[in-house]
């Protein structure tokens, strides 16, 4: 499938149920964004719960973000129940926009629905000479350490850094995977590796549907995950006044209005006087890369993405048959559970 095909029928799908061309756009391209990436848990899979979400006025279509600044370099964006794309484009625009005058500026986005991968907007901040931080809150889908049940959200967050070449770009939840991942497994009928998940008891599983509907998501390394996903949430949610732990609600399903949050946090070199320094972070990501020796090949965070991305535009994107039938439908307004 072709990028063009994937946004046109994604465009397509959310018009007919009502978005505006803009507004389609926007989520479109977070979503193909995830298909481009390699990670379809976070693409066209998740088109069926947003029409629905569309659908029981979950989410606003029309809706328009409230941007008010509540200090001199402190953002609040009300998404006002509509798109997460949307709210978080203008909240880029603004804040990119003030950082250029006050060096370092940050907007706490509220009731505003999913965003999708995080990278992109990182690494579009980045391109355009500045540092991008954007954290997120999730559904308590993690198990604390020592603990056995969902308790802790994915949390995760996404960094880009400008280089005098490509933007260093981070994207990871604090869990071990990510729980689209674990229903893009539990649909494929695929096995889960071990250390991803627990079943309902707390025990350790491979079965991809016991944990996405009963288990809980393990945290990446341990205490150490457990404790970064803790401190970004409790970070997020207060700074964005918007629910903690089991009250965050909205982002998986299509029954609850979105209660997480999103902290964005933008950092304008040229304002500063920093980008003497790129030459020198570009030099130090070079030799992490040969660090390897002439046998092996080493990334930096970033870069196994934009070479999935660049191969799925040359080469076309292995979507899932199922997927791609089922959106076909939702643009001709079928496929609704």
Known sequence: MSETELRELTIRVLEHHGATT????????????????????????????????????????????????????????????????????AAI??????????????????RSSHIGMLAPYVERIARQGCIGLLLTTSEALVHAWGGRSRAVGTNPIGVGIPTADEPLTLDMSTSAVS?????????????????WATDRFGEPTRNASEAADFGALSPFGGPKGYALGVAIESLVATVTQTAYGADILGTLDSEHPVTKGDLLVVISLDALGLRPVLPFLTDYLTQIRASGGASTAVDVPGDRARRTRSESCAHGVPVDSAVWVHAHRLAEGSGLS
């Open 22 to 89: 803009g507004t389609a756009v926007l989520q479109a391209d977070a979503l193909v964004e995830g298909e481009l990436r390699g990670h379809p848990s976070h693409g066209l899979r998740r088109l069926p719960v947003i029409v629905e979400r569309m659908r029981r006025g979950l989410i606003d279509v029309q809706a328009t973000p409230r941007l008010e600044w509540r200090a001199e370099a402190s953002l609040t964006v009300d998404g006002n129940m509509g798109f997460g794309p949307v709210a978080l484009d």
């Open 93 to 110: 625009e603004a804040v990119s926009a003030r950082a250029a005058r006050t060096g370092i500026a940050m907007a706490a986005i509220s």
């Open 179 to 195: 729980m689209g991942k674990i229903i893009d497994y539990a649909a494929k009928g695929r096995a889960l590796p071990d250390g």
